[in-house]
């Protein structure tokens, strides 16, 4: 989840998703973001098997399969996006951070 999380933040942006050989949490991280992407099933197998090669891993894929986007849409729910000052410069701002409310000013 936490991966997921630096992965989706655009701040982090490009990003090299890589583990030791590349394949088994590299791929189990890939597929849950392709479900996250609302990618069908069979196209998130597909991916992970043809860049995992004959290491696939059944575990991996049972893991993604059973991956709940829902907990991670809770997540991303928590992420908005606030535009500061009057740069109107676009920044991600998560849920914990202290968020004010503009104040309007009569005339």
């Known amino acids: 989840m936490?991966?997921?999380?630096?992965?989706?933040?655009?701040?982090?942006?490009?990003?090299l998703i890589h583990c030791k050989r590349g394949k088994h949490r590299t791929g189990s991280l890939v597929g849950c973001f392709r479900k996250l992407q609302n990618w069908c099933l069979s196209s998130v197998f597909e991916e992970y098997q043809r860049f995992a090669g004959v290491k696939s891993r059944t575990a991996d894929l049972t893991f993604i399969e059973m991956?709940?986007?829902?907990?991670?849409r809770q997540c991303l729910y928590s992420i908005i996006y606030?535009?500061?000052?009057a740069s109107k410069k676009r920044r991600l701002m998560y849920q914990h951070e202290n968020l004010q409310k503009p104040r309007l000013t009569s005339f």
């Open 2 to 15: 936490e991966a997921l999380k630096v992965l989706i933040d655009v701040r982090n942006h490009p990003i």
């Open 67 to 72: 991956f709940d986007v829902l907990s991670l």
């Open 82 to 85: 606030q535009y500061q000052g």
